[in-house]
């Protein structure tokens, strides 16, 4: 194994990063504004930032955050083609969906640590973030509205975005 990631892989995990940072960063101004037309609209925007984060997992494949970013990104796709599906949810309901599926996210991200030892904070804290947003969700902390729900989306993205950021820039032994 080397000790730096190739550039393609580098670049890869920081082009994800900076998208993934900027559909998060929308959703959250969009919401602030309520320009969030409606649970479609919220779930088709979810979905597109879902496949750019598949995309950008596949494409840096040999990334050390590939295991980590695709699990991510195919949950929140897993969630916004629920959405798609079941139009008529409550959006309650698609909240307490996107809190397992956070929970999910997290337990992953928590289990990566150990892999690279050079990412164990990044991996580490990315897990404890989706935990606590799961654990807001399970614990009715959170109402059961169109705005929560792109809020703590909007949070996931900005966590998926930001980890993808620090494993491009980060010093680790790539994946063969």
Do not use: K
Not at 3 to 20: C, F, H, K, M, Q
Request: charged share 10%.
């Amino acid at each position: 194994m080397t000790t730096r990631p190739t550039a393609a892989s580098s670049a890869t995990d920081i082009l994800l990063g900076v998208l993934l940072v900027a559909f998060g960063a929308f959703l959250l101004v969009g919401t602030y504004l309520q320009v969030i037309p409606s649970l479609p609209g919220l779930a088709a925007y979810v979905l597109g930032a879902g496949a750019v984060g598949v995309l950008g997992a596949l494409v840096g494949r040999t990334s050390a955050g590939f295991f980590s970013e695709i699990v991510s990104a195919a949950l929140v796709c897993a969630w916004a083609a629920v959405a798609l599906r079941f139009p008529g949810t409550p959006p309650a309901t698609l909240l307490l969906i996107a809190g397992a599926l956070f929970g999910a996210n997290g337990l992953v991200r928590v289990a990566s640590w150990s892999e690279y030892p050079s990412l164990r904070g990044i991996f580490l804290v990315g897990g404890a973030a989706s935990l606590a947003l799961a654990a807001a969700v399970l614990s009715g902390a959170v109402p059961g509205t169109l705005p929560s729900l792109a809020v703590l989306i909007a949070v996931e993205l900005l966590v998926d975005g930001v980890s993808a950021l620090v494993i491009g820039r980060q010093e680790h032994p790539r994946r063969t």
